[in-house]
């Protein structure tokens, strides 16, 4: 994270300061006045001028490198610390907050954001602005034609000019609104900054002012005051890993070593192997090189679902991280995934997106296959990108959840509704928990930033009949479970038309 924060600081350090503080004063003035403000990640002093006219004391807090780079201008008390970590400031030690374009840079948002609200005063105000990720991701593509924002081999947004390098996520104004609540601020403004074209603004007058702000707003400002205490975060400690192989070869092995070398406040306290009835000796090859690996054999392949469940009846941990073996975690993935659980006490299920190896945007969501999902599926099928696109919903907008080959679940609420049906041997098991657990009155989210690259297929692509095939009866299953005629009618007809994926 130090290294992340030094590279920005090296690209940021030639900017016009002057002009920058002038382009913040909307942020300044709405925090008001007090004795003492926090001025978060920007310790080269932009603002100060303007704080010190408002405040009596300015904190600025920044990564030591930074600081020593480039010392405090007067008047303002420079602290060196992690945003990582807990901030070195007593409880309601400061009046207000400013954070600009900081949060975007930190695998666990929601964690400095409970720490802003344990150091701000009760009635303290809190202004932010961070990309609007709905505009990177979608925005972009009905204003110029580019396809949404991809990811490079470092985790980082790729294709953003040089004062975004550094970026890990992308929060949309939903997953921020959330956030904030959990850690016991009320959201008196939430709007959009740096419309990308007044041209497209004026065009799109006719859109409600959410939308607008949704789709032609480059960054998101929000101004928000304390007026409770943090909810208890539920933070876990501890997940079990349960990987379901099947000749799984050499991504077995990779996907155990990014296990292994997982480091911070969330650790793979157990990791199970279930074996579908493998050829290829992956199994005790990964064995060998890991031994505290607890493998389980099953004499012959029993499906996705049912292997899970096998490990999550042996599961000790609180939390279970299901994995396919084809996936490789990153750096921070299961802290950012567990993070979404203090944001949300309802939350049972959390995924987030993922790449393939190149780099490109993989499968991350699987919607309940309602009428508008196929017909985006078959629009994609057929070669019409851009209106599968506009067809797609919205992750949670028709049903689903975090595609099973990454997701993290809570184990006492995975027991509670059965685990994984069964009777779904490959595909649509993930649809089908996460359906029962909103009618448990729970909840399923996805985490903002890239969590792991998913070599899409590894196993399925030895077999792909048997794939295919299993792909049709998991979801005419699924179909016939929830009482869906139409749509089953729908998607017997579009798979003779396109066949499976």
């Keep these: 994270m130090r290294a992340l924060y030094e590279t920005a600081w090296e690209t940021i350090a030639a900017l016009d300061l002057e002009g920058e503080a002038r382009a913040h004063t909307a942020e300044v003035e709405a925090l008001g006045r007090g004795e003492r403000v926090l001025d978060l990640g920007r310790g080269r002093g932009a603002d100060a001028a303007a704080l010190a006219e408002r405040f009596r004391e300015v904190i600025a807090i920044d990564v030591a490198a930074a600081g020593s780079a480039c010392p405090p201008p007067p008047g303002v008390t420079l602290l060196a610390a992690d945003l990582e970590r807990p901030l070195p400031l007593a409880d309601g030690a400061v009046d207000a907050v400013l954070a600009l374009d900081v949060i975007e840079?930190?695998?666990?948002?929601?964690?400095?954001?409970?720490?802003?609200?344990?150091?701000?005063?009760?009635?303290?105000?809190l202004v932010l602005t961070t990309p609007n990720g709905r505009f990177h991701r979608h925005g972009l593509e009905w204003l110029r034609g580019r396809p949404p924002r991809t990811i490079d081999e470092s985790g980082l947004l790729a294709g953003l000019p040089a004062p975004h390098h550094g970026h890990i996520s992308l929060l949309t104004s939903s997953v921020l609104t959330s956030w904030l609540r959990?850690?016991?601020?009320?959201?008196?403004?939430?709007?959009?900054?740096?419309?990308?074209s007044d041209h497209w603004l004026r065009w799109s007058r006719w859109l409600p002012r959410a939308a607008r702000r949704e789709l032609f707003a480059q960054g998101l400002r929000v101004v928000a005051r304390r007026t409770a205490a943090p909810a208890p975060i539920r933070r876990a400690r501890e997940v079990s890993a349960i990987v379901v192989t099947d000749d799984g070869g050499e991504d077995l092995e990779a996907c155990l070593a990014a296990l292994a070398a997982v480091r911070g406040p969330v650790r793979v306290s157990e990791t199970f192997v279930v074996d579908n009835a493998s050829t290829d000796g992956a199994v005790e090859r990964a064995k060998a090189r890991f031994p505290a690996t607890v493998v389980l054999a099953n004499p012959s392949n029993r499906g996705f679902g049912a292997a899970v469940n096998l490990a999550a009846g042996r599961a000790h941990a609180p939390r279970l991280l299901v994995l396919n073996p084809d996936v490789t975690l990153r750096p921070g993935a299961i802290t950012a995934m567990e993070a979404m659980f203090g944001s949300d006490p309802a939350l049972a299920v959390a995924g987030g997106?993922?790449?393939?190896?190149?780099?490109?945007?993989?499968?991350?969501?699987?919607?309940?296959?309602?009428?508008?999902?196929?017909?985006?599926?078959?629009?994609?099928?057929?070669g019409a990108a851009r209106l599968a696109g506009w067809l797609?919903?919205?992750?949670?907008?028709?049903g689903g959840g975090p595609i099973g080959a990454c997701l993290l679940v809570d184990r006492d609420t995975f027991h509670a509704v059965?685990?994984?049906?069964?009777?779904?041997?490959?595909?649509?098991?993930?649809?089908?928990?996460?359906?029962?657990?909103?009618?448990?009155?729970?909840?399923?989210?996805?985490?903002?930033i890239v969590v792991g690259t998913h070599r899409e297929g590894g196993s399925t692509a030895r077999v792909p009949d048997q794939a295919r095939a299993a792909w049709l009866a998991s979801h005419e299953a699924l179909y016939r479970k929830w009482r869906r005629p139409l749509a089953g009618w729908l998607f017997r007809q579009a798979f003779k038309l396109a066949g499976a994926p």
């Design 353 to 382: 997106r993922l790449t393939r190896p190149d780099g490109t945007p993989a499968l991350s969501w699987v919607h309940f296959p309602t009428p508008r999902v196929i017909a985006a599926w078959l629009a994609a099928r057929l």
């Design 418 to 448: 059965g685990g994984f049906d069964e009777r779904f041997f490959l595909y649509a098991e993930e649809i089908d928990l996460c359906e029962r657990l909103r009618r448990a009155g729970r909840s399923v989210a996805c985490a903002p």
């Design 392 to 398: 797609t919903p919205a992750p949670g907008a028709a």
């Design 182 to 196: 959990a850690a016991g601020f009320e959201i008196e403004e939430l709007a959009g900054v740096g419309h990308a």
């Design 105 to 125: 840079h930190l695998a666990d948002p929601g964690a400095l954001l409970a720490e802003l609200a344990r150091t701000l005063r009760r009635g303290g105000r």
